[in-house]
């Protein structure tokens, strides 16, 4: 099973201020690793998939990198509605299908 | 747009089966995969099964392999999942999810959830 850990767990940060998370695979799950952000009450919501590619909808401030084992999360320039829960998961070597174990990202 | 309504979550006493369901609108439903994700209280994401677009394999997570069984009615445009033998732990928000052509597990779209209660 691929471990995905994610840091840090809480990112206590201002509006404007740029948030960098990461999600550290246990092994190579190639560029296989999608980015969510869950707020509660609401669906969670696809921001990258396969490392860098952004879904639908989902504004230019949010981008992904990393290949392999690394990978980063960058939110430029908070918004308030980027407060959230974000996971990163993987579908390169499964099932199971996993999740990290998500990075908090909360108003300073 | 993507609609995904899951319902028949509840409450329910350990040993016990509750049977979900998630109807699907906004695109071709028999065209794409499926899945289940679960979020027990305080916890992070847990997937929980998935189902290719005809219905002709199926996967499972070892922490519900065996009792729990996914299905689709394609001619619905409807997922379910059937949950017996029910305990403490499987409580959480069950989400549906679209997952993507064949097997490339892309959630892409979820659903709001339906919660699940066991306990006694």
């Known amino acids: 099973e691929v471990v995905l850990t994610q840091s840090p767990v809480t990112l206590s940060l201002s509006p404007g201020d740029t948030a960098t998370l990461s999600c550290r695979a246990s092994q190579s799950v190639n560029s296989y690793l999608a980015w969510f952000q869950v707020k509660p009450g609401q669906a969670p919501r696809l921001l990258i998939y396969d490392a860098s590619n952004r879904a639908t909808g989902i504004p230019a401030r949010f981008s992904g990198s990393g290949s392999g084992t690394d990978f980063t999360l960058t939110i430029s320039s908070l918004e308030p509605e980027d407060f959230a829960v974000y996971y990163c998961q993987q579908r390169y070597n499964w099932p199971p299908l996993t999740f990290g174990g998500g990075t908090k990202v909360e108003i300073k | 747009e993507v609609q995904l309504l899951e319902s028949g979550g509840g409450f329910v006493q350990p040993g016990g089966s509750l049977r979900l369901s998630c109807a699907a609108s906004?695109?071709?439903?028999?065209?794409?995969?499926m899945s289940w994700v679960r979020q027990a209280p305080g916890k992070g994401l847990e997937w929980v099964s998935a189902i290719t677009g005809r219905g002709d394999r199926i996967f499972y997570a070892d922490s519900v392999k065996g009792h729990f069984t996914i299905s689709r009615d394609n001619s619905r445009n409807t997922l379910f999942l059937q949950m017996n033998s029910l305990r403490a732990e499987d409580t959480a928000l069950y989400y549906c999810?679209?997952?993507?052509?064949?097997?490339?597990?892309?959630?892409?779209?979820w659903g709001q959830g339906t919660l699940v209660t066991v306990s006694s």
């Open positions: 999810t679209k997952a993507g052509v064949d097997t490339n597990m892309i959630f892409d779209s």
């Open positions: 906004g695109f071709t439903f028999t065209n794409y995969a």
